[in-house]
């Protein structure tokens, strides 16, 4: 039994049921699939059986990818990465209309969706994101405005991708068994948008200065990135608004008017 890092976040999904579920959520025959943190390869074998025109593995754990690079060295067909993939130009393992499986760290999954939102261009190389993480967080990402979860992870991934919850994962499915619940969401990457934001770092930006201190109004904020003339083009807009106040489309648009 290879024993999962701590410091890596590793949790191996061991349930058989669960990792069919996974599988089967969308059809992946004869579909190009990258594996993001396969770990030992038990969903691995599970899409294999699926049989995928292609499968790239991107496993950080030097181990663990020894491990693999044994367990599949009669599958020519498969490609197993030793690299991290916050780090990984993906453009050179890129196939159009990807499908994307991670059973994410916890530690580094919210960066993890962030590098795929951010990708240069758009519409992007892959078709699907089948992502697992922390409950709390999912919950985050898919937050509707005026709920409490609703947060700027939810803003910046609503501009581009259509989400979609699938399930929750009990804990009781890992080895070692985490403190908390799962959720797996399923993205598609949207392709008509109302608001023409030339670079999603400046919405990033944005967000990340309007949302610094949930807490107090909005009004010296948004000051410190557009001029009086711009903040008076944003209807329905009130400086005495709070972050979690304010509709998704309203920080698109300022931060259309930032662009220009």
């Known amino acids: 039994m290879k024993y999962p890092k701590k410091s890596l976040g590793q949790n191996f ?3 058989k049921n669960i990792i069919r579920k996974i599988v089967n959520s969308l059809k992946i025959e004869g579909k190009n699939v990258i594996e993001i943190g ?4 038990n969903l691995t074998d599970e ?3 699926k049989k995928p025109k292609s499968l790239t593995l991107i496993e950080k754990d030097f181990s663990l990818y020894k491990n693999l690079k044994l367990k599949y060295k009669n599958n020519n067909s498969l490609i197993i990465l030793n690299e991290d993939v916050l780090k990984v130009d993906l453009k050179k393992i890129q196939k ?5 499986f991670g059973n994410l ?3 580094i ?5 962030i590098k795929f939102i951010k990708n240069e261009k758009w519409p992007p190389w892959f078709k699907d994101l089948i992502f697992m993480f922390q409950k709390e967080l999912g919950e985050k990402i898919i937050g509707k405005y005026l709920s409490k979860n609703y947060s700027r992870l939810s803003i910046l991934t609503n501009y581009r991708l259509e989400v979609k919850k699938r399930f929750l994962i009990s804990y009781n499915c890992f080895f070692p068994r985490p403190k908390v619940t799962s959720i797996l969401l399923h ?3 949207k392709i008509k948008f109302m608001y023409k934001i030339k670079n999603i770092t400046n919405l990033e930006k944005v967000t990340n200065i309007i949302f610094n201190n949930k807490r107090k109004m909005i009004n010296k ?3 410190t990135l557009l001029d009086e003339k711009k903040i008076n083009k944003i209807e329905n807009l009130k400086l005495n608004s709070r972050p979690a106040d304010i509709r998704p489309e309203t920080y698109y648009k300022i931060t259309e008017l930032l662009e220009s």
């Open 187 to 189: 993205f598609k990457p």
């Open 47 to 49: 899409i294999l059986r």
């Open 109 to 113: 999954s919210s960066q993890i969706l």
């Open 13 to 15: 999904l061991i349930d």
């Open 105 to 107: 760290p916890y530690n």
């Open 221 to 223: 904020k948004i000051k």
């Open 38 to 41: 396969p770990g030992t390869g």
């Open 96 to 100: 159009k209309e990807s499908i994307v």
